[in-house]
């Protein structure tokens, strides 16, 4: 076979993730772990930090202010986390997570994973200063309704949910198993060895060896578990309408294992 002259064979640089973070330390050591460590170290993503104290001018270093109008607590000051961001280069898109942001989907996971480059900002203290927002970042999310005290955790579940839908991330059998969230119901239950436990069966027809009749229960248990615990979930959720009628059958009466 002729792949054609070896030279001129273009390879792609993975994507990359930057976190602008005062504690960069707090992410560097989620993604030396897990799936995100695996896939970083084999080179399918790059996960860098920049320190907004690193672009300080001050001799104290200092990356907060009291807020303009006054009131409790400080802001970001515009100037560290503005150079801290451009530093970073051109990005395909700048994200600040913050409680007023939109909600963080598993959409949004698949439309980052697209992306050959993210920059994530995470606030400190009460916010950043609202001129950064306007004209440095493109998008604010949000990973729910809480306050943190900073945006880490929430840049790395970020991270986390977009790095596993790259190409070589995950097993192709993982990798499947995903196609069955995206049908947009919770998962059914799972269970492992010993076939009892503490007294406790594993449902019998998990042992039949019978795979049409497991999917099906497992299908059932999916849909009761999403009607009682995310009925909103249902609202957009591809369902028959056997399904449908199933679960107006449904009464407190049927657990979703039966
Ligand atoms: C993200 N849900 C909660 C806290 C201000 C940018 O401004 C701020 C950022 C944070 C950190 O993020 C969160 C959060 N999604 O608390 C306050």
Not at 96 to 123: E, K, N, Y
Not at 171 to 195: C, I, K, M, V, W
């Given at each position: 076979m002729d792949d054609g002259p070896a030279e001129a064979t273009a390879v792609a640089p993975p994507p990359r993730y930057t976190v602008v973070t005062l504690f960069p330390d707090l992410i560097r050591s989620y993604v030396a772990e897990g799936v995100v460590g695996r896939a970083v170290k084999r080179g399918l993503a790059v996960v860098d930090t920049v320190d907004p104290r690193d672009h300080t001018t001050d001799r104290y270093r200092s990356v907060d202010d009291v807020p303009f109008g006054g009131g409790a607590g400080m802001v970001m000051k515009p100037g560290p986390v503005a150079r801290a961001i451009e530093s970073?280069?051109?990005?395909?898109?700048?994200?600040?997570?913050?409680?007023?942001?939109?909600?963080?989907?598993?959409?949004?996971?698949?439309?980052?994973?697209?992306?050959?480059?993210?920059?994530?900002?995470?606030?400190?203290?009460?916010?950043?200063?609202?001129?950064?927002?306007?004209?440095?970042?493109?998008?604010?999310?949000?990973?729910?309704?809480?306050?943190?005290?900073?945006?880490?955790?929430?840049?790395?579940?970020?991270?986390?949910?977009?790095?596993?839908?790259?190409?070589?991330?995950?097993?192709?059998?993982?990798?499947?198993?995903?196609?069955?969230?995206?049908?947009?119901?919770?998962?059914?239950?799972?269970?492992?060895?010993?076939?009892?436990?503490?007294?406790?069966?594993v449902p019998p027809v998990l042992l039949s060896g019978h795979h049409a009749r497991i999917e099906a229960w497992r299908r059932q248990a999916s849909l009761r578990r999403t009607a009682r615990v995310r009925p909103d979930l249902l609202a957009s959720a591809a369902l028959t309408d056997a399904e449908r009628q199933d679960l107006l059958d449904g009464t407190s009466s049927h657990e979703e294992t039966d």
């Open positions: 970073a280069g051109p990005a395909a898109r700048r994200v600040l997570v913050t409680p007023s942001g939109r909600l963080f989907s598993q959409a949004d996971a698949v439309a980052f994973s697209r992306l050959d480059s993210l920059v994530l900002v995470c606030g400190r203290y009460e916010g950043i200063d609202q001129r950064v927002c306007d004209t440095l970042i493109d998008d604010e999310i949000s990973i729910g309704d809480y306050v943190l005290s900073g945006g880490e955790l929430a840049a790395l579940v970020v991270i986390d949910a977009t790095l596993r839908l790259l190409p070589g991330v995950l097993g192709n059998a993982e990798s499947a198993q995903h196609e069955s969230f995206s049908d947009g119901l919770l998962e059914h239950p799972h269970y492992t060895r010993p076939a009892t436990w503490r007294d406790l069966p």
